[in-house]
């Protein structure tokens, strides 16, 4: 079992960055997938940053060259960088972690972009 817990979330104007983290109870590797998925109220859950084990990458469309995932192994913490950031990005970010023993998700942390 690993437990995740997301931090970083706030309210911000567009154009502003945030970075959010994800804190695992235990060591990150190793692992099959880890990533960063949101929820709009009213909307489906969507993977928008995901690392496999091999080392590639995937961002969804929507935050391609503005959002960028990390991983630093020595804290067991997941980050993403988020820049430029637009109204649209507006919901609640989950942390996604999936080894040989599970898939994991933490509760989330919102964030909101408003004028």
């Known amino acids: 079992q690993v437990r995740l817990v997301e931090s970083g979330g706030g309210s911000v104007q567009p154009g502003e960055s945030l970075r959010l983290s994800c804190l695992a109870s235990?060591?990150?590797?190793?692992?099959?997938?880890m990533g960063w998925h949101r929820q709009a109220p009213g909307n489906q859950r969507e993977m928008i940053a995901r690392?496999?084990?091999?080392?590639?990458?995937f961002y969804a469309p929507s935050v391609q060259g503005r959002f960028d995932m990390s991983i630093d192994g020595s804290k067991n913490t997941i980050y993403l960088q988020m820049d430029r950031l637009k109204p649209e990005d507006t919901a609640v970010y989950f942390c996604?972690?999936?080894?040989?023993?599970?898939?994991?998700w933490g509760r989330g942390t919102q964030v909101t972009v408003s004028p």
């Open positions: 690392r496999t084990s091999t080392g590639d990458m």
């Open positions: 235990r060591e990150l590797f190793p692992y099959l997938v």
């Open positions: 996604n972690y999936i080894d040989y023993n599970g898939n994991f």
